[in-house]
């Protein structure tokens, strides 16, 4: 029951027709918009401050707004939002005019697939730019809290920009006896490193001024205000200072000796019963590889390795044996890797591995010989002979998942498919291949619905339309499931390659024919029984429809007067033509036509001039969480008085709660549907 945010959009237009073209063409390309037309430019004034539009589609030869004048309003208003110019066709002066004035692109109105494309590019470009925004206020705020740790902390922090001190915190100052951190600033760090160590230090600084990485930590001797000297650690990491990168030095007391310093290192960043490293240090490692495939580098991989059946295995040896397997298993890994290589624990029983630039053919290799060495692996744990096998999940690293957390997320499904498959498998994703891969489900999900149209594959679901206004019989609309291997599947999966592939009038012949017989089969009830059915726009261009319709309905015996027929309103204003045509046929044979999705256009009632309807199905966006937006309640009322006034009936869909209703039927609605009332189900269910 969720919608895609709505888009609200100011539409430049002198003639409505256009205007409401426009609105049915992103419609139907799945953009919901929220439009307002304008034509003169108090209006287009008042349209930015009522709706604080996203997207500005104006027509440079408006009569009564000049574009540049346009453009500048856009600009001064301080918003962001882009403007589109809408035109027929393009020339060499439209185009050198209207980017003067800074138009983001062109719209075609004869062309729905580029109105469409320019539409979602520019709208993909507004969420980024806001949600950049967000990040940087995200930034400053982190920016700020890490100044106030930095301040409060215990450690003496400095940062460093090209080797001279931009910021220190009062630790750093103590430790080297300054007063305040102007006596600092602007003295090298070279400064506060002991004679006998400049030499080497300066090495170091030529090395980070060339780009190099800094060493996660250096012993030198460091030297005070006062010339006296004492043994130290310095910790290397990157950091940024007011926008600006830099180091961040940490300096510590040398207070044990070298060898016991490496020693705690090693702890802090290795597992101590594996070896490997531990969680944390691994998952920096990821990091800095994704960092260096941005940075240019290829053929990176990430692997995620679990054992099979772990948790029995775990009962059979225990945990001193499960802990000797998992010694075992480590090993296993860290043999196969090469320089460059490296691997973690990164669960309890989960271990990652990061590979150097190879091809995906070598990583599957790799990964399959990492399989069979564990497989082979006889462990002697808890006092039995044990061996194991391991399901192996990874992904390469490519420009396209260039995230630690995407990285992460291919890996493990790569992971969980290789357990699913039964284990002790290899399943490794390539973001390149994901064209072919779509390729082969596309594939699949059209012998799925060919097979369902061939062997009655397809499930009816029902759910009642409730009247608030008494009147006879039980309505339902038909809703559409198929079978799949796993279940049944909603329509969301399998109608975008039944559209491109041409099935959908099937598959309406399908559902209609199937209502018709359960209708034959209620027949007898004293109840009369109508039924809505959702009718896609490819059955528009089936001329025999109507006639088959007729033939089914007399041939079962079940009256016209039992279908109500429904085809959202912005599918019928593109395709206005035939679905008149389609609506005069089904006339003749008694069925009743609905408009889904009413009210979204412009001037919604004025196509009610050239199609004949019973029934409106309000929007909805005015119906979600209606209680508590006013605006959309004033709205539903005011649609719900024009239709009485056309003699049309309302139906208010995706009811949620008790508030929405008692506010719909103070509006004027005549029927209501919902989950809050009745959820669709396999049988009819009617609740009053």
């Known amino acids: 029951m969720m919608q895609d945010p709505v888009t609200r959009i100011v539409i430049v237009e002198d003639i409505a027709e256009d205007a409401e073209q426009i609105v049915s063409v992103l419609r139907n390309g799945g953009i919901a918009v929220r439009p307002q037309r304008v034509t003169s430019e108090d209006e287009f004034a008042a349209a930015l401050e009522s709706l604080n539009p996203d997207l500005v589609l104006a027509n440079p030869s408006a009569a009564d707004i000049d574009y540049a004048s346009l453009a500048r309003a856009i600009e001064t208003s301080g918003k962001d939002m882009a403007l589109l110019a809408l035109a027929d066709k393009l020339d060499e002066d439209l185009v050198a005019r209207i980017f003067t004035t800074g138009t983001r692109g062109i719209a075609l109105r004869k062309r729905p697939d580029q109105l469409q494309a320019v539409v979602r590019r520019e709208l993909d470009a507004l969420n980024t730019r806001r949600g950049v925004r967000r990040l940087e206020a995200a930034l400053r705020e982190s920016e700020r809290r890490c100044d106030s740790l930095l301040d409060s902390s215990r450690d003496p922090i400095a940062y460093v920009h090209e080797g001279t001190h931009v910021r220190a915190n009062r630790a750093y100052l103590e430790m080297f006896g300054f007063d305040e951190f102007e006596d600092v600033e602007g003295l090298t760090l070279l400064d506060l490193i002991a004679p006998a160590h400049t030499a080497d230090f300066k090495d170091l600084l030529k090395r980070l001024s060339r780009g190099e990485k800094p060493p996660p930590r250096l012993e030198l001797a460091a030297q005070r205000a006062d010339g006296s000297t004492f043994d130290a650690v310095m910790e290397f990491s990157s950091a940024s200072y007011e926008g600006e990168p830099c180091l961040q030095i940490v300096f510590r007391r040398q207070e044990v000796d070298g060898e016991l310093a490496r020693q705690l290192e090693e702890m802090k960043s290795h597992d101590p019963l594996t070896g490997l490293y531990n969680r944390a240090h691994f998952l920096v490692q990821v990091d800095e590889a994704v960092k260096a495939t941005v940075d ?32 075992a298993m480590a090993g296993t890994i860290s043999n196969r890797l090469h320089d460059g290589d490296c691997a973690g624990r990164i669960g309890e029983h989960a271990f990652g591995v990061l590979l150097a630039s190879r091809p995906h053919d070598e990583v599957v290799r790799l990964a399959e010989a990492i399989r069979a060495k564990i497989e082979a692996k006889i462990v002697e744990a808890g006092g039995r002979s044990v061996s194991l096998t391991a399901s192996i999940g990874g992904s390469l690293l490519g420009e396209k998942n260039a995230n630690t957390q995407t990285l992460l997320a291919q890996a493990s499904h790569a992971l969980r498919s290789a357990q699913s498959q039964g284990g002790n498998r290899c ?42 206004h008494g009147d006879e019989g039980e309505f339902y609309e038909v809703l559409l499931r198929m079978q799949g291997p796993s279940g049944e599947v909603l329509p969301t999966y399998f109608f975008p390659v039944a559209e491109r592939h041409g099935r959908l009038p099937a598959i309406d012949r399908w559902v209609i024919g199937r209502a018709i017989e359960v209708l034959a089969q209620r027949a007898n009830r004293a109840t009369h029984t109508i039924l809505f059915i959702k009718l896609t726009v490819d059955s528009l261009q089936d001329e025999q429809l109507g006639a088959w319709i007729g033939e089914r309905l007399q041939a079962a015996g079940v009256p016209g007067a039992s279908l109500v027929f429904e085809m959202p ?46 029934y409106l199905k309000l929007d909805r966006s005015f119906t979600r969480d209606l209680p508590k937006h006013d605006e959309n309640q004033l709205k539903v009322r005011e649609l719900c008085t024009q239709a009485d006034g056309a003699g049309k009936h309302t139906i208010a869909e995706w009811v949620e709660d008790a508030a929405s209703m008692s506010v719909l039927f103070s509006a004027g609605v005549h029927f209501v549907q919902g989950n809050f009332l009745r959820e669709p189900e396999k049988v009819m269910a009617y609740v009053a």
């Open 296 to 327: 240019g580098t290829k053929d990176q991989s990430l692997l995620l390795i679990e054992p099979d059946n772990f948790q029995g295995v775990n009962d059979s040896v225990g945990i001193a044996g499960i802990d000797t397997l998992l010694k």
């Open 427 to 468: 399943d490794i994703h390539d973001p390149s291949a994901t064209d072919k891969a779509e390729a082969a489900k596309e594939k699949q999900w059209l012998e799925m619905v060919d097979a369902a149209l061939a062997d009655d594959g397809f499930v009816l679901y029902y759910q009642p339309v409730i009247s608030l």
């Open 569 to 614: 309103e912005s599918k019928v204003v593109t395709s206005l033509k035939p679905a008149r045509e389609l609506v005069g046929q089904l006339r003749q044979h008694g069925c009743a036509f609905a408009l889904e999705q009413f009210g979204s256009g412009l001037n919604s009632f004025q196509l009610l001039k050239h199609i004949d309807v019973e």
